[in-house]
């Protein structure tokens, strides 16, 4: 769920509309699981694909992109499990770029946040003259709002304030009537044999494409005894393919995945290759015409991914997957979408044989049946469907007496026509398919159903149904939380006029506005509910729209958190927004669209392609962002603040009428909850009752609660005024001062790069980059030194709480929380703080109009500046902490993750979430002082990468950095306690976790020592020193041309760039040996932590399995890590592993936030060895490592048995030991409960098949 009213986490106005209030859990949260607690983050470096559809959410249920402030800024995608819901694509009619997240993602509660869903102005809406209802005129201070005309042939200009009040109204009824325009640069065709295909050039990243094969046919498909058959279909198709195989080491990389109604298959590939002029797309589409339509169903192959398959499976049984089958279950009851779950049956998986599964295959894999889509770096689009026509125009020819669809219904609803069984079965008769043999099937057409999934629903509709049903109780002994999800469902309403376009966007406003009145009506330390949702997005999947209201709540509070829910959303939907809201909102959604539209030409290929298949499946018109711009801009000036009102309270009406015979009836209300609660202040656990009528009762009583209309709210258009400024201009008088202590230079300017560095006057280092691939957007990242490092033994979890809790106050100088709040949403200003093991970050995305780039550095002088401690922001923050520690024994993962840190790093809790014990001893001061004493000027570093001009930036760093008063404490922030690896005794070091479940699962973790980023060790070493310097007779290094080598072994990068090689290749390794050959696990790779400021590093291998398999996948991990002596590494296995790590350097290159992460400590004191040349030779570094480059880092990994840590955790019926034992368990009177998210995302849709 997006939560947060601090903006910058660009969508579009039709994005998935997600509310979220102001108390989030802290699983989502990266200062609750902190970047040691490396088991919540999805490994930097797998052999799956690198890049997961925003509507595939389930593939990263655990998991969220963390991009981290180091040298390479590797990508980290860390635990998410809150996130769940948010699966679907946006419910939108053009194209935008999915944002990146610059930072590791911050806490979702509190004002310096890094996710949000609404853009939120306070410009007063465009005036809408009375004749002119289409156009959004400029006022004085609206420079933004473009007047917008009729679109060409609905209306003329000339005259139109002469029409009188019914031509008008007849011509403005027109207008919503008539098409939104059609994406310009979309192909659309079909071969004769019915295989559709679609083409969009596309330029970013260059020299490279997506292809795409959509096969119409999932889960939703298969007969009783096939379910799971789909899912298998595709892991063998896929990885039984030669053809694919061949594209291993050219720099492609491919995946596929299985959900409700369709399987996809997806090659992501340079578009020629080295040393060949050849084009790659004619190889690339005869490896997914070998892979869909001509498998080949070997035994061998079937038998390995049986194998995969149920250890997936095993993996995949969290209590979260749980949760979310029963969400689904009940919200489809009455269709085979609650029974259909894509990962299938284990009984039945077990039992196909490869007649069975081929006949599934030719029953549904045809050409007629498939759309193909091409998107990438594409200039020749006829030659591109040569290819097409040439490789897939002879593919089931035979079947071409086959009636094609009409072409014209192509369009926007190609997804939406997949096959029928039979020609004599309708859309509607799906449930009777069972009753026709496969042998007749055969004999009979291929056809498509008409809407996909074919699947009936009860629509939440006034009149629709009288049947309401009872509230549905799922209750585990795994669930932490109480968590009540309340369901409405209704057709998907397809955008593909004015109008369409008109309603999605008054719904917007309105739910933005309960959006923040959630964020910022609950404020006490002591809230009935830990977070409120309300998501409203269109779902292709599924084929619905859905609204859902989640409350969680200690299960102590769960009747208030329902009535407090519900009041709310009855106060909206009675007396609906304010005029003040209507004008904020709407504008800033124009300010959004606006800024979308600058960055048509930055958005990548594979977010181009994400969306128009799901906007395809969906059956909206596909606009780039420029049409989507004018279209909103033609619609905006037309809205009342009435029509806002009534729209906005029909999404609503099935809760804020709840009971009322004219209401919707909810397709489902589901509770899930705990089997048991922890007794305050007694100790134990009681058992946890709740019934249907229990939750009927509350829901009512929430109506009956009084309500009162939203006040408006006063928002500052500056935090410092022009005389304030002044007076610390005269105050601070801020300079330049010389970047290096031996030269009189002050602005350092490098040509290759355009790397600017300064250093201020009070000692703060200042490092820029001016750019113009992300139009008129800028980020800005503050890092200090010290971290959680730095907390000191008897203030345990002082700088984690400390950081948590400035972000939960949101106060800055005599600014509320809600005005500093609306502040930044009306300049779209995005700001996170969050602290690691050796930083404290601070870091801001902006746009570059209307002042909002200094309003960014105004809101950072205040947080440096003016910060407000709060009493009730440090209760809150202390007891999430408790909360997250409690519900660890609740995750296998966790607590079998935190039990391996524990036992490697002697104890030391600066790397684990702190205990009860020590959170009780912490205080309001005490985690003030450990932050601030960080916050000195002289162990500050400031850098910012945007679209802005030399003389803008500079200005800002002057006015607002430069007047930071001068501190000093580099010393002091740098001094921390030792950290040592335990030399512990066998019976530490593989250590197991159990854990009592109703299912069984297994995962293990292992774990050893290795060196930082800069080659520095834990034993004190110097790598630099003692390993790679060249001897002094060795006379071939000096004198030939082994001349770069010695350059290359004495760059300061060098072990980062072995390090990173090296990883790829074990990763390969693991999966070759343990997934694909051995067959004991679905889910195997290996992790680098190489820290920075800290001098130690360490390396994860992190295996799911089965309680059967665990202890020999353990086994076979070590042999791997182990194996690379007597099993050198191949010259293309370096070859291979160079490709994939160039290809993600290049493919961001030209993000702001990945060059954000470069410049990151380029001055800073506490990371000497970066410099510039970091940056510049990283190219030169992968492309000349070598494979004694990679076995000089592999030297330095301590792998030996005395030196390896694991542990294995087995959860089941029959576990022998309680998991909770190994934690530390206290009382704590106001202590929360933990929080376990709900959805229904992870269950629609496999993982990726590798």
Not at 190 to 215: D, S, T
Not at 259 to 279: L, Q, W, Y
Not at 356 to 376: D, S
Not at 708 to 732: A, D, G, H, Y
Request: proline share 5%; net charge negative; with cysteine.
């Amino acid at each position: 769920m997006q939560a947060t009213s601090v903006v910058f986490n660009t969508k579009p106005v039709l994005a998935p509309i997600h509310v979220k209030s102001l108390y989030s859990d802290p699983y989502s949260s990266s200062l609750v699981a902190s970047q040691s607690n490396w088991v919540n983050r999805k490994k930097s470096i797998k052999l799956r694909s690198r890049r997961q559809s925003q509507n595939r959410s389930y593939l990263i249920q655990h998991k969220l992109q963390n991009v981290q402030g180091r040298c390479l800024h590797q990508n980290v995608e860390q635990l998410n499990r809150a996130n769940i819901l948010n699966r679907r694509q946006p419910v939108s009619c053009f194209l935008y770029p999915q944002t990146k997240q610059i930072l590791v993602k911050g806490p979702k509660n509190g004002v310096f946040l890094d996710k949000s869903s609404f853009h939120l102005s306070k410009q007063p809406r465009a005036n809408v003259k009375k004749l002119e209802v289409p156009r959004a005129t400029v006022g004085p201070d609206e420079p933004h709002a473009a007047g917008t005309a009729w679109p060409d042939g609905v209306l003329e200009k000339q005259g139109f304030d002469m029409l009188d009040p019914e031509v008008e109204r007849a011509e403005f009824e027109q207008f919503l009537r008539s098409g939104l325009p059609c994406h310009p640069k979309l192909h659309r065709g079909q071969l004769k044999n019915g295989l559709r295909y679609l083409i969009l050039p596309n330029k970013v990243p260059p020299n490279r494409f997506e292809a795409h094969m959509e096969v119409h046919v999932g889960s939703i498909d298969e007969e009783d005894d096939e379910q799971g058959i789909a899912h298998m279909i595709e892991h063998v198709a896929f990885l039984g393919s030669k053809k694919r195989e061949k594209l291993l080491g050219t720099g492609a990389r491919s995946n596929a995945y299985t959900d409700f109604h369709h399987t996809v298959f997806h090659i992501h590939s340079p578009t020629s290759t080295k040393g060949s002029e050849g084009d790659c797309l004619p190889v690339v589409l005869d490896a997914l015409n070998e892979i869909a339509f001509h498998p080949k169903f070997l035994s061998s192959r079937v038998e390995k991914e049986r194998r995969a398959i149920l250890s997936e499976l095993q993996m995949m049984n969290t209590i979260e997957y749980r949760v979310d089958c029963q969400l689904l279950q009940h919200l489809h009851s009455e269709n085979k979408l609650s029974k259909r779950f894509p990962i299938g049956l284990e009984e039945q998986i077990k039992k196909w044989d490869a007649d069975k599964i081929r006949k599934f295959h030719e029953r549904w894999y045809f050409p007629g049946n498939a759309t193909l889509y091409i998107v990438g770096d594409i200039d020749n689009i006829s030659q591109t469907i040569y290819h097409i026509e040439d490789v897939f125009g002879q593919t089931e020819m035979d079947n071409e007496s086959n009636s094609a669809p009409n072409p014209s219904a192509f369009g926007a609803m190609a997804s939406f026509l997949v096959p029928k069984l039979t020609v004599g079965l309708s859309t509607n008769s799906t449930h009777d398919r069972s009753s026709v043999s496969l042998d007749q099937s055969k004999a009979l057409r291929k056809e498509r159903h008409a809407v996909r999934p074919p699947v009936q629903h009860n629509w939440s509709l006034p009149g629709h149904s009288d049947d309401a049903k009872t509230p549905q109780i799922f209750q585990h002994e795994l669930l932490q939380n109480f968590s009540i999800n309340m369901f409405c469902k209704i057709p998907v309403k397809k955008v593909r006029t004015y109008g369409d376009l008109r309603n999605v966007l008054m719904k917007r406003i309105f739910l933005s506005a309960l959006h923040f009145r959630i964020n910022t009506r609950y404020k006490s330390s002591n809230p009935p509910f830990t977070s409120v949702e309300l998501d409203h997005s269109d779902s292709g999947r599924e084929g619905c729209t859905v609204t859902t209201l989640t409350v969680a709540a200690e299960p102590k509070n769960w009747q208030n958190a329902i009535k407090v829910a519900v009041q709310e959303v009855r106060r909206l939907k009675e007396f609906g927004v304010t005029k003040g809201e209507l004008a904020r909102y709407t504008d800033a959604l124009l300010k959004d669209s606006e800024q979308l539209a600058a960055m048509i030409d930055n958005v990548s290929s594979v977010d181009n392609l994400d969306f128009v298949m799901e906007s395809d499946a969906l059956g909206h018109t596909v606009m780039d962002q420029s049409q989507g711009h004018e279209s909103l801009l033609a619609v905006a000036g037309t809205i009342t603040l009435e029509e806002v009102n009534a729209t906005g309270a029909e999404v609503l009406e099935y809760i804020s009428d709840f009971g009322k015979p004219s209401a919707p009836l909810p397709a489902a209300i589901v509770a899930c909850v705990p089997t048991k609660v922890h007794v305050e202040g007694g100790g134990g656990e009681d058992e946890f009752r709740i019934s249907p009528e229990e939750i009927t009762s509350a829901i009512k009583s929430g109506l009956k609660e009084p309500i009162e209309p939203e006040p408006e709210l006063e928002v500052p258009t500056e935090l410092i005024t022009s005389e304030q400024l002044e007076e610390l201009r005269c105050k601070r008088c801020p300079s330049f001062l010389p970047v290096e202590t031996d030269s009189n230079i002050t602005k350092s300017y490098d040509d290759e790069t355009g790397i600017v560095q300064r250093r201020l006057s009070n000692g703060i280092p200042i490092n820029y980059k001016i750019t113009k691939d992300e139009a008129n957007c800028g980020v800005m990242r503050l890092i200090v030194g010290g971290g959680r490092a730095a907390e000191s033994s008897h203030e345990k979890g002082s700088v984690i709480v400390g950081v948590r809790t400035l972000s939960e106050g949101g106060r800055v100088g005599n600014f509320s929380r809600e005005q500093v709040e609306l502040f930044c949403v009306n300049h779209l200003i995005n700001c996170s703080l969050e602290s690691t093991e050796e930083f404290i970050c601070m870091e801001f995305r902006f746009t570059l109009r209307d002042n909002a780039m200094r309003a960014a550095f105004q809101l950072l002088h205040m947080v440096l500046e003016h910060s407000v401690w709060l009493d009730d922001a440090f209760d809150r923050a202390k007891q999430l902490y408790m909360s997250y520690y409690r519900s660890i024994p609740k995750s296998l993962e966790r607590s079998t993750a935190h039990k391996l840190m524990l036992a490697m790093l002697n104890g030391d809790e600066r790397f684990v979430e702190p205990t009860p014990h020590s959170l009780q001893n912490l205080n309001l001061e005490s985690v003030r002082a450990a932050v601030m004493d960080q916050f000195v000027s002289d162990n500050m570093e400031v850098s910012m990468v945007g679209d802005f001009s030399e003389e803008d930036i500079e200005s800002c760093i002057l006015d607002y950095l430069g007047t930071v008063r001068p501190t000093k404490g580099f010393e002091k922030a740098q001094q921390y306690s030792p950290i040592l690896f335990s030399a512990a005794p066998f019976s530490l070091q593989h250590q197991q976790v159990y854990l009592k479940d109703t299912d069984e699962r297994a995962c293990a973790y292992i774990a050893g020592p290795a060196p930082n980023r800069w080659g520095f060790t834990f034993e004190g070493s110097d790598l630099f020193e003692s390993v790679v310097n060249p001897s002094a007779n060795d006379h071939e290094l000096e004198q030939s041309n082994t001349n770069l080598q010695g350059r290359i072994r004495n760059h300061p990068l060098f072990f980062a760039i072995a390090m990173g090689l090296l990883a790829e290749i074990i990763n390969s390794r693991l999966f070759t040996t343990v997934r694909d050959s051995l067959g004991l696990t679905y889910d195997v790779s290996f992790e680098l932590n190489l820290f920075d400021r800290l001098k130690l590093g360490w390396y994860v291998i992190s295996v799911t399995s089965t309680p059967g398999k665990v202890h020999k996948a353990v086994d076979a991990c070590k042999n791997v890590i182990r194996g690379l002596h007597s099993n050198r590494v191949a010259p293309r296995e370096l070859d291979r592993a160079r490709r994939t790590l160039l290809m993600r350097h290049e493919a961001e290159i030209k993000s702001n936030a990945y060059w954000l992460g470069l410049l990151s400590h380029l001055q800073s004191p506490s990371v000497p060895r970066k410099d510039i040349s970091c940056i510049k030779d990283l190219t030169l570094l992968y492309e000349n490592a070598t494979i004694e480059d990679v076995y000089v880092a592999y030297e330095q990994l301590k792998i030996d048995e005395n030196s390896l840590y694991s542990c294995i955790g087995v959860a089941g019926a029959q576990a022998g030991e309680d998991v909770s034992a190994s934690l530390e368990v206290e009382e704590i009177d106001d202590g929360l409960q933990g929080i376990v998210p709900m959805g229904r995302g992870s269950s629609t849709v496999t993982r990726p098949t590798t």
